[in-house]
């Protein structure tokens, strides 16, 4: 049973952090493996996303052009350029989750390598800190 809950939360942590922390605080498991499951799965979910979102980009650009981007395409260059590759790698796991936050740089950065590393640093600063709050928030009520 708990191999069980360790793959739901390891499954969930793929998708959101957000979601993660409090279903791994609700399962009682310790904050450090919490920490350690919810990484884990949130680089491998940034680090596929990475592989297959390049090959995906690519096939879109090239069957519809830089066109298909459409109107967004100026509000996506100026994100990267108010926060930058490092920004975006902090940033974006924290707040769209890792999945969607590297296919959101991977549409937005040039330099996705770079993005790749900011990114899965986001995934571990933002994991920590999600399950410090939540541990914290619950031994003071």
Request: proline share 3%.
């Amino acid at each position: 049973m708990i191999f069980l809950h360790l793959l739901i939360l390891f499954c969930v942590g793929s998708f959101g952090l957000w979601m993660a922390v409090p279903l791994g605080l609700l399962y009682a498991f310790s904050p450090w493996l919490i920490i350690i499951i919810i990484i884990l799965g949130a680089t491998t979910s940034t680090i596929l996303i990475y592989i297959f979102g390049n090959r995906i980009k690519k096939h879109v650009l090239s069957k519809h052009g830089e066109r298909y981007l459409g109107r967004s395409k100026a509000k996506m260059y100026s994100y990267q350029n108010k926060y930058g590759v490092i920004g975006l790698g902090l940033l974006l796991p924290g707040v769209f989750g890792p999945m969607l936050g590297m296919a959101i740089g991977i549409a937005i950065v040039t330099n996705t390598r770079r993005l790749l590393i900011w990114s899965l640093i986001g995934n571990v600063l933002w994991t920590v800190l999600l399950v410090g709050v939540g541990t914290l928030g619950i031994t003071i009520f």
